[in-house]
């Protein structure tokens, strides 16, 4: 089994900064792409930012200049530092990995979701 946990959500003011991190555990063989998405009540899921293996990094336009995506391939993280919050960034922020394992006699890549963090910007 394979599990996903974010963590480091929270209230936060506008103008502040918050980090998320993201584990994913369990019966690995390798993770592919990693990265954030986020919902807003009422609205879509969207793409916050993503990372590679080899450690490119593709970001939304809302959040460019902002938001930074990093991972530690070691510890199977990854994690999104988020400066200048505003407002408009509040929401529930769901890590997503794509995981090589290992079900039955087959390795398959697996889209695999983390349960989501609440991220509130207000003052």
């Known amino acids: 089994q394979v599990h996903v946990v974010e963590s480091g959500g929270g209230l936060v003011q506008p103008g502040g900064s918050l980090r998320l991190s993201c584990a994913a555990s369990g019966s690995i063989f390798s993770i592919n792409a990693m990265g954030w998405y986020r919902q807003a009540p009422g609205k879509q899921r969207e793409l916050v930012a993503a990372?590679?293996?080899?450690?490119?990094?593709n970001f939304a336009n809302s959040v460019k200049g902002r938001f930074t995506i990093s991972r530690d391939n070691a510890k199977n993280t990854v994690y999104l530092q988020m400066n200048s919050l505003k407002p408009e960034d509040t929401a529930v922020y769901y890590c997503n990995a794509l995981i090589v394992t290992k079900i039955g006699t087959a390795f398959g890549e697996y889209d695999y979701w983390g349960q989501g963090t609440q991220v509130t910007v207000s003052s």
């Open positions: 990372i590679t293996s080899g450690g490119g990094t």
